[in-house]
């Protein structure tokens, strides 16, 4: 762990934090795909997206978005990552996660799902870790295909 990442947690959270429903406002995707295209991840597909998606914002203006995939009847949930809006400061970038990781987690527990796996490296990681998740695995790949 860097120090900076201690600082910037103990630094005291400001701001009206809210969760909402990712779709609930007209333009989510275009904004998320704008934040994706902003930090040279490529097009983002939106009929990839899980249909259980969450927006944080702080003080009305959204700053992240995470989905998850419920599994009805196994009780297992896949957290389908998180991005953040570019030029966050690490601060404000590590409270979205802690905001996104919790709702995450009571969506869950609120659709009798008790597991939640996830695929995370860096930063993301480590705030996952933090949040309960145990590290099962090193270099996990990616991977996707058309059926």
């Known amino acids: 762990m860097r120090m900076n990442d201690v600082e910037d947690e103990q630094e005291q959270e400001v701001g009206r934090w809210v969760v909402r429903s990712y779709g609930e406002k007209v333009g989510d995707y275009q904004m998320v795909a704008g934040w994706m295209e902003g930090r040279g991840m490529g097009r983002l597909l939106e009929n990839l ?19 998850i995939y419920l599994c009805y009847g196994i009780g297992v949930g896949f957290w389908e990552g998180l991005i953040t809006k570019p030029g966050l400061s690490p601060a404000m970038g590590l409270a979205a996660c802690r905001h996104c990781l919790g709702a995450l987690k009571a969506i869950a527990v609120a659709n009798d799902v008790s597991v939640i796996k ?18 099962l695995d090193e270099g996990l790949s990616s991977l996707i295909t058309i059926a």
């Open 49 to 67: 997206l899980p249909p259980m998606g969450i927006v944080v914002e702080c003080d009305g203006e959204a700053v992240a978005a995470s989905w």
């Open 118 to 135: 996830a695929y995370a490296k860096g930063t993301l990681a480590r705030q996952a870790e933090k949040h309960g998740f145990v590290k």
